[in-house]
């Protein structure tokens, strides 16, 4: 117990250090140095408040933190006390960090509800560390970063053997839409599905970066009776007759956040906030309060003109992002791509983007980051790829597609070509965002 009350001070510390010398908030130094010196720390913090806190675990591919910070603004609304992984930290030493900082000096954790957002990869090993969590969520699974977490089959392998070890004290919140995810509270009572009933999203045709369209029960092909985007719908497998779950929550009173994406964000967090008995007018006024949380469609006021955020770090986030971008009516983009350890290494993911789709909406397109030139060769293609498909040569194409490496001038390039009315929108990879918003307010988040 000593041990963990001096690796608490020292975390404090570290923390305090951090944010005075604005070093950012330091949400995984006092993990990592927590984890250090004692491999089971999160382990007996968490066992050490377990007959007043209860846990909620997020996984997925996209929307984690936008869900947490739902279910926060919710139970905080209800009068409960939450917190959230600090800036969406969500590997182990993200998570010990965000126990450091909301720990008292003697380790109490004096909340009702721990909200953790946990890396694809990370989900099963922090199951050995959180004993049956009160609830745990999983958003969807996309093709991410496949140079560190690999195809999609197999983190849904890992993750539904974690799962099956779990008590009935568990209870599930899954996308009935993502067959993968639907499959993993397959023969569990403890479960509950939600999904979305979007009109104007539903289609019969694929996207060219859909990745999980063979059933997780047989490995036959799956039909679909319609797609919302990737490969997200009504699925049925008629080799096995494995079919989509028919119970599932797809109505949330207010949706705070722009595009499909976000209505799932939403259906869960309500869902589940529904599960713990908060009453509906609660959920409606806490919706209706919601503010996103950084670089997830975040807006700010720049010199007097609008500038929106929608991180973007994968082949299905960013076609979402520039769907929703396109409804609004999006002129001016800043794309920016990075390759750091936190984006990915690998950058082919690119290709599976559909610009072809979307790049003859946008009137200036400005492209920074540390691989900018590649994602203006994918751009480049893209326009010539709608001139052969149209016969129609753009002679405007160099003219709107701009590319400066230097992401200080790109912004200042990007702001100043924005007109007075218009709103600037920013689609960066993970690192790319931190970047963006650092230059934006002067601040660091991580």
């Given at each position: 117990?000593?041990r963990n009350?001096l690796?608490v001070?020292?975390?404090k510390?570290v923390l305090a250090?951090?944010?005075i010398?604005n070093?950012g908030s330091?949400?995984?130094w006092?993990g990592?140095i927590?984890?250090s010196v004692n ?7 968490l066992?050490?408040?377990?007959n007043?806190?209860?846990t909620?675990l997020?996984a ?18 209800d009068g409960k006390?939450?917190?959230?992984n600090?800036?969406g930290?969500n590997?182990?030493?993200g ?5 450091v900082?909301h720990s008292s ?7 009702d509800?721990a909200i ?9 090993l922090i199951l050995?560390?959180?004993d049956?969590?009160?609830f745990i969520?999983?958003?969807n699974?996309?093709?991410?970063q496949l140079d560190r977490?690999?195809?999609i089959?197999?983190?849904a ?7 099956d070890?779990?008590t009935?004290r568990?209870k ?11 499959f993993?509270g ?5 479960v509950?599905?939600f ?6 999203n539903?289609?019969q ?8 369209t063979y059933c ?5 092909k799956?039909?679909?009776n319609y797609?919302?985007?990737s490969h997200l719908?009504?699925?049925?497998c008629?080799?096995c ?13 207010f949706y705070p ?10 259906n869960?967090?309500v869902?589940?906030s529904?599960k713990i008995g908060?009453e509906?007018?609660?959920?409606n006024?806490?919706l209706?309060k919601f503010?996103p949380?950084?670089?997830r469609q975040e ?12 991180l973007?770090k ?11 971008i396109r409804?609004?009516n999006?002129k001016?983009i800043?794309?920016?791509l990075?390759?750091r350890?936190?984006d990915?290494?690998d ?8 610009f072809?789709?979307?790049v ?12 900018a030139f590649?994602?203006a060769?994918?751009i480049k293609y ?5 001139n ?7 002679q405007?194409c160099?003219?709107?597609?701009k590319t400066?490496e ?8 990007s702001?100043?070509?924005?007109a007075?009315k218009e ?5 960066p990879t993970?690192s790319?965002?931190l970047e963006?918003r650092k230059i934006?307010t ?5």
């Amino acid at each position: 117990m000593m041990r963990n009350i001096l690796l608490v001070i020292i975390g404090k510390l570290v923390l305090a250090f951090s944010k005075i010398f604005n070093l950012g908030s330091g949400s995984t130094w006092p993990g990592h140095i927590a984890l250090s010196v004692n491999k089971n720390f999160i382990k007996d913090i968490l066992k050490a408040n377990d007959n007043r806190l209860k846990t909620i675990l997020i996984a997925g591919t996209n929307g984690k933190t936008t869900t947490g910070k739902l279910i926060q603004n919710i139970l905080e609304e209800d009068g409960k006390k939450a917190f959230q992984n600090t800036a969406g930290a969500n590997l182990l030493n993200g998570i010990a960090s965000s126990i450091v900082l909301h720990s008292s000096i003697l380790c109490a954790l004096n909340y009702d509800y721990a909200i953790f957002e946990i890396d694809e990869n990370t989900l099963p090993l922090i199951l050995k560390e959180i004993d049956n969590p009160d609830f745990i969520i999983i958003l969807n699974l996309f093709r991410d970063q496949l140079d560190r977490y690999g195809e999609i089959n197999t983190i849904a392998k890992k993750w539904k053997l974690a799962l099956d070890k779990l008590t009935s004290r568990t209870k599930l919140i899954l996308n009935a839409d993502d067959p993968q995810i639907a499959f993993l509270g397959d023969s569990r009572l403890d479960v509950a599905y939600f999904g979305i009933n979007s009109q104007k999203n539903k289609n019969q045709n694929f996207q060219h970066a859909s990745d999980s369209t063979y059933c997780p029960n047989c490995s036959g092909k799956l039909t679909y009776n319609y797609i919302y985007f990737s490969h997200l719908g009504d699925w049925i497998c008629k080799k096995c007759n494995y079919k989509h779950p028919k119970k599932i929550y797809t109505s949330s009173p207010f949706y705070p956040l722009s595009g499909a994406y976000n209505e799932y964000n939403t259906n869960a967090a309500v869902l589940l906030s529904e599960k713990i008995g908060i009453e509906k007018r609660i959920i409606n006024s806490a919706l209706r309060k919601f503010q996103p949380a950084f670089g997830r469609q975040e807006i700010l006021n720049i010199n007097g003109k609008k500038v929106q955020i929608f991180l973007s770090k994968n082949p299905t986030s960013f076609n979402e992002s520039l769907r929703t971008i396109r409804d609004l009516n999006a002129k001016n983009i800043l794309i920016v791509l990075n390759d750091r350890i936190p984006d990915g290494r690998d950058i082919s993911w690119i290709w599976d983007i559909e610009f072809e789709e979307f790049v003859d909406n946008f009137k200036s397109i400005m492209i920074s980051g540390d691989r900018a030139f590649d994602m203006a060769l994918r751009i480049k293609y893209a326009n010539s790829s709608e001139n052969q498909k149209s016969k129609i040569k753009n002679q405007k194409c160099s003219e709107k597609v701009k590319t400066i490496e230097n992401l200080s001038e790109a912004i200042g390039e990007s702001l100043k070509s924005t007109a007075g009315k218009e709103a600037l929108y920013i689609l960066p990879t993970y690192s790319a965002m931190l970047e963006v918003r650092k230059i934006l307010t002067g601040k660091k988040i991580l």
